[in-house]
């Protein structure tokens, strides 16, 4: 399978998704969800010539996510949803290890570093009271994903590196920030399908930017 082949069944596959996400249908979104999130796994495979240090962690924040895909089908059951927020929480830590494993210090970290963690608090501030017993594993998911995104700017400044693979890792890092703002929105402020329909693209954009980066890096 190659990578135009992938891009070519994901796309239909999202719309199909979409769809089952405005019938919230758990049948329709069994079928098609594991299938989705699996082609970034395999993208990520198939960028690989040679395993490093990044290329493994990358490998494993992509398989940690597609187990938290899963398990978010079911966000309506507490313990499956946190089982979920787990496994991404665990791929998160993944990304943010292979990204500041190659990152160096630079303007570019500092100042979106400083937009990220204020973005956070102000995120953190206003869905606090409708956490009840999720505030401590929604904010220590918080604090992991603004690390990841802070990771990924640290890659910006590591000039050895390619352009396009530092430039795919850093926007892949924010989209996927910013899905999460709608994941979170979804669970805990008003569960409306508007947040499926701009969360899930941007979702899986940032992951198949992130899977196709380890050819580059």
């Given amino acids: 399978m190659n990578q135009s082949l992938i891009l070519i069944s994901a796309l239909p596959l999202l719309v199909i998704l979409l769809f089952f996400e405005k019938k919230e249908s758990i ?17 990520a495979f198939l960028q690989i010539h040679q395993y490093l240090t990044y290329h493994y962690l990358i490998l494993v924040g992509l398989v940690l996510s597609l187990v938290g895909d899963i398990c978010l089908i079911f966000f309506f059951h507490k313990k499956v949803f946190t089982a979920g927020l787990g496994a991404f929480l665990a791929g998160h830590i993944m990304y943010t290890i292979a990204f500041s494993h190659l990152g160096e210090l630079g303007w570019v970290m500092i100042a979106i570093g400083a937009v990220c963690i204020l973005t956070s608090v102000v995120i953190y501030m206003r869905l606090q009271a409708n956490l009840g017993n999720m505030r401590g594993p929604v904010l220590g998911y918080i604090i992991i994903i603004t690390a990841m995104v802070i990771g990924a700017a640290s890659l910006w400044n590591h000039f050895a590196l390619g352009t396009t693979g530092r430039y795919l890792v850093l926007v892949g890092a924010i989209l996927f920030y910013v899905s999460d703002i709608f994941v979170a929105r979804h669970r805990f402020v008003q569960k409306e399908f508007l947040n499926r329909a701009i969360g899930l693209p941007l979702y899986y954009t940032a992951q198949f930017l992130i899977a196709y980066s380890v050819g580059l890096i």
């Fill in 27 to 43: 049948k329709g979104l069994l079928c098609v969800k594991p299938l989705l999130s699996s082609l970034f796994v395999i993208t």
